[in-house]
């Protein structure tokens, strides 16, 4: 092992990633994960699940290589000149690297009444879901409860309010948008996902706006409407955690700008993950986390030094009970611009006996977008045809159809 040492702070997604990538890449550092949570990295993607019951805490953990593990280790400043970091127990520890991989954090959303009246945590009750911890709390609350309010319908909200579901409570999801999951359904298909939820016993509020929690602890909608509730999950959207970045001096946007290298703005200091921003885009995604965590794993080991990352489409995949879906690229792209966009193609294909909806959007002869509801046969070659960006055979028939498919 070269002497080289890589600190890697954060010990989630993006960084198991890293680390494991780095050394099956013949990378010879040091690699040191350092984690503010008191476990080691494990996934997110799958925490509904453990909130089931279907999985436990164990079976989500993520490989790591070989890297040293400091679960339980808040990093609390940087100094990036002399290349050191310090840890909330006030020691200091030296680094050649730096890799920044801190994620994102729930956001709050303005409500009345969210918090304790001391202003020390949200109300009893309230409950956001990013960690295991929170899971436990979840988990624990939802067995004394009977009804759940979910504020938000995006990825995050849908899931959990199945999640809960699964566990026998009456959910209802508020959601200020105009259907399910705007960023990567269309209408059509955000219309076949409620009616799915609904038959898990999932109501969805659409275009709605939460405005307070009553002191019986109601959610009150904008209009004045009163949702009784045991239990309030919020899932608002992530936020990028750049604070500790900030704070050094790097350059922050949404989240810490980094450049197709990965390299945030100074030397040898990188970031990957919910908390970076590329071309403008943070992502919020497993998928992006991870292609970037390749990227500079593959740089940094030296077995491709001219690794860049030039940008990720966005992927979705769902289990709604037995409503699956996946959606990936740009899927709204006709809805956006009704009167149409030059070059633009849709293709739809709706199967109602089946209960399976396909949409295809092409820009040329180039996929850029598809949503794929109840029949996910295709979805190998989708993603394929998406990534190598390449010409498609006029009309791309095996992308719809399971007969075929190549
Ligand atoms: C319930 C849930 C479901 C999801 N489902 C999907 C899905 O279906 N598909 C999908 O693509 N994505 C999904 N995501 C998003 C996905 O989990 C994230 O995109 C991914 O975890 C990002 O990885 P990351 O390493 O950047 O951040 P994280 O996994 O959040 O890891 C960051 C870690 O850094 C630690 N940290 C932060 N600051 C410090 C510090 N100063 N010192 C030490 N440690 C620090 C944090 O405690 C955290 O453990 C889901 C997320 C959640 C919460």
């Keep these: 092992m070269s002497g080289r040492r890589i600190a890697v702070i954060g010990a989630g997604m993006a960084a198991a990633r890293f680390a494991e ?235 810490i700008v980094v450049d197709d290298t990965l390299a945030a703005s100074a030397p040898h200091v990188y970031a990957i993950g919910d908390c970076a921003q590329h071309r403008g885009a943070v992502h919020g995604l497993a998928g992006p986390a991870w292609e970037q965590a390749d990227v500079l794993a593959a740089r940094l080991s030296g077995a491709d030094p001219d690794a860049r990352y030039t940008g990720s489409r966005p992927l979705a995949r769902l289990s709604v009970g037995p409503l699956e879906y996946a959606a990936f690229g740009e899927v709204d792209l006709d809805e956006a611009d009704p009167g149409g966009t030059p070059g633009l193609d849709v293709l739809r294909l709706t199967d109602a006996t089946r209960g399976s909806y396909k949409k295809l959007v092409l820009r040329g002869d180039r996929l850029v977008g598809a949503i794929l509801l109840g029949d996910l046969a295709t979805v190998g070659d989708l993603a394929r045809a998406l990534e190598r960006d390449a010409a498609l055979p006029d009309p791309p028939l095996h992308l719809l159809t399971t007969h075929g498919a190549r």
Excluded: K, W
């Design 21 to 255: 990538r780095y050394r099956a890449s013949g990378g010879t550092g040091r690699v040191v994960l350092y984690g503010a949570e008191p476990r080691a990295p494990y996934s997110r993607v799958l925490l509904a699940d453990v909130l089931t019951g279907r999985y436990d805490a164990e079976a989500i953990a993520l490989p790591t290589g070989d890297a040293e593990l400091r679960p339980g280790s808040e990093v609390v400043a940087l100094d990036l000149d002399a290349r050191t970091l310090t840890l909330a127990d006030g020691r200091t520890e030296h680094h050649d690297d730096l890799v920044l991989a801190t994620g994102a954090n729930p956001v709050l959303p303005p409500l009345r009444g969210l918090r304790r009246p001391d202003a020390t945590g949200l109300r009893d009750g309230v409950h956001a879901l990013r960690t295991l911890a929170d899971c436990a709390d979840l988990a624990e609350r939802a067995m004394s409860a009977e009804r759940a309010v979910v504020i938000g319908g995006g990825v995050l909200g849908v899931s959990t309010a199945r999640a809960l579901a699964a566990l026998g409570l009456r959910v209802e999801i508020v959601h200020q948008g105009p259907h399910l999951i705007e960023r990567q359904l269309d209408a059509d298909a955000a219309a076949a996902l409620r009616e799915a939820l609904r038959t898990l016993g999932v109501e969805t509020y659409l275009g709605n706006r939460a405005r307070a929690l009553t002191d019986s602890g109601e959610v009150e909608l904008a209009g004045g409407y009163r949702l009784g509730t045991d239990l309030t999950v919020l899932a608002c959207g992530v936020r990028p955690r750049t604070a500790l970045a900030h704070a050094a001096g790097l350059e922050v946007a949404a989240g």
